[in-house]
């Protein structure tokens, strides 16, 4: 099979066509053709910079998948060749990605494709609604009529955060860049934030009372964390998906706290399967027109790759990059 492959870490012109032999299937496994894939933080991080997982990098990256079940072993029941599916399974910790015309799969990390979308649109979901899912379900809890503000409104975990905030009956207030507002005032929050003309402390007040926020989901972190802790409410909680260093106000604040990192079930094995079961009802969710994936207005395949990273990295995109097969 052709595969898009990197050798050493560095910039996107690293990557380079090559042969490799197609996945023989193994016990929990399929094999899928792959149809389409996305470009995460997480994939340019992987090229270009030594993390955690560098010594056991695989040469194929790109763990968001989108394609069609060709081969499945036998102790795999869920799904049967034909099948569309979707997924983030691979890319890292020594498991081959999307970045191939096939791709091996743990079953557990995958779900049925939802009906209503491309290819391309289902690729855009896995790791950005895994992400937002565990952020606001398991780690914030969050319920009906609670107060939470979303950083990040337009980026690719930030925009499906606040679909399913609304969908878990919060209200929603998220923050969001100039030049992304009329974007982001498509995506169903009650309230949106310029950050270049409010301070935290006046939309504190204009959508709390001055009270702060029951939970705070930062989905840019970095400087912004700050601003995080500034904006809820004492006892309140504060989620974020990037490591931080200063967590003063949490003490003072006596906040919960909370990292995500979705990576842990693929990395170390670890209750794989709720993937798949988030995803399953992700599916649901865009089937039933509640979450929609926000696609960045660019068109790359595969086998472009290093233009797709590169358009990340510029800063440009406007939600998320997909590549077709």
Known sequence: MKAMIIKQLGSSELFELAEKATPAVKAGHMLVEVKASSVNPLDTMLRSSDTPWSANLPEILHGDVSGIVTEVADDVSRFKVGDEVYGCAGGIAGIDGALAEFMLVDA?????????LT?????????????????????LAVKSGDNVL?????????????????????????????????????????NLVNV??????????????GAGFDAVFDTV????IQRSFEAARFNGAVATTLPIENVLQVALKSLSFHSVL???????????????????????????????PLLDDSDFTIWEVAKAHAR??????????????
Do not use: C
């Open 312 to 325: 990340l990295e510029s800063g440009e995109a406007v939600g998320k990059i997909a590549l077709t097969a």
């Open 119 to 139: 290819m391309k649109e289902a690729a855009a979901l896995p790791l950005v609604s895994i992400t937002a899912w565990e952020a606001l379900q398991h780690k």
């Open 108 to 116: 557990e990390l995958m779900a049925h494709k939802p009906k209503s």
């Open 221 to 224: 972190a970095g400087d912004n």
């Open 196 to 209: 270049a003309e409010q301070s935290v402390k006046e939309y504190v007040d204009q959508y709390t009372g």
């Open 262 to 292: 979705m990576l842990i079930p693929l990395v170390e094995g670890i209750n794989r399967r709720s993937h798949g079961e988030i995803l399953t009802k992700i599916a649901e969710l865009v089937d039933l027109g509640i979450v929609k």
């Open 150 to 190: 979303i950083h990040g409104a337009t980026g690719g975990v930030g925009h499906i955060a606040i679909q399913l905030a609304k969908y878990f009956g919060a209200d929603v207030t998220a923050t969001s860049m100039p030049k992304n507002m009329a974007v982001a005032a498509t995506l169903g929050a009650d």
